[in-house]
């Protein structure tokens, strides 16, 4: 069985003519210069980001430490869960002063995210031991635990949380 070509037809010999040009470009590329800069590129183009992000050090903090960190005055904000503390600065709105959340910056949130709420009652006092949260039910440590994942994913840990006086 032997092989034809049959350039009778258009469509073949539009391919063929095809598949020419491709394989010139390939071989021969075009080396003239570009004669306008694109629009996009005009000032530059730069990988690098405008400001860097201020560095974050892995610390030990105990509630009395963690309560600075509570967002007021533009500062940083820092929320522990379950003795993990995490720099959630970038969540702002939910974590601020005004947010959501924002009873929970600066301190430790365990109770309260493993119960579903925002009340300050779920807050142990700053100047009290640490929640050993032993009276939580199966479903709401699951609840914590769904909250560690959720943050360990989106922001960064920058330490942990421990009793008073031991840091």
């Known amino acids: 069985m032997g092989l034809s070509l049959d350039f009778g037809t258009p469509v073949n010999t539009a391919l063929l003519v095809y598949i020419l040009y491709s394989v010139q470009r390939i071989i021969f590329p075009s080396t003239s210069k570009p004669t306008t800069v694109p629009n996009e590129f005009k000032a530059g183009y730069s990988w690098m980001p405008k400001t860097h992000p201020p560095t974050v050090l892995f610390k030990t903090y105990t509630p009395k430490t963690l309560e600075p960190f509570n967002g007021k005055d533009g500062g940083r904000i820092l929320l522990a869960i379950n ?28 109770r309260g995210m493993a119960k579903q709420s925002f009340d300050l009652e779920m807050l142990t006092p700053i100047d009290q031991p640490l929640d050993k949260l032993e009276d939580l039910q199966p479903d709401e440590v699951e609840n914590m635990k769904g909250w560690i994942d959720h943050f360990s994913n989106k922001y960064i840990v920058c330490g942990k949380l421990v009793e008073n006086g031991q840091a």
């Open 83 to 110: 003795g993990i503390v995490f720099e959630v600065t970038a969540g702002r709105n939910f974590y601020g002063p005004n947010g959501m959340y924002g009873n929970f910056a600066g301190r430790d949130a365990s």
